[in-house]
């Protein structure tokens, strides 16, 4: 679910590596309906990535039936 008006995204993926460029394009489309910047949006893309990445691999230990939420 993307909501500009609440300025909020949630959404909950499958915890495998690769999913966390869903959520970098979700933020993506998000940012860029609210006039973020370039620079900005690749911050928080990278941003989200990672903490992606920490989830995935960190939190849920690469576990296949687990899943995350964004």
């Known amino acids: 679910m993307v909501s500009n008006q609440n300025r909020r995204i949630c959404t909950?993926?499958?915890n495998r590596l690769g999913t966390e460029k869903?959520?970098?394009a979700?933020?993506?489309s998000f940012l860029?309906?609210?006039g973020a910047g370039q620079a900005r949006l690749d911050d928080l893309k990278t941003l989200v990535s990672e903490a992606c990445l920490?989830?995935?691999e960190h939190g849920n230990?690469?576990?296949p039936?687990?899943?995350y939420d964004v």
């Open 22 to 24: 869903e959520a970098m």
């Open 65 to 67: 039936a687990a899943t």
């Open 54 to 56: 920490n989830a995935i």
């Open 12 to 14: 909950s993926l499958p």
């Open 61 to 63: 230990g690469l576990d």
């Open 26 to 28: 979700l933020v993506e």
């Open 32 to 34: 860029d309906g609210l």
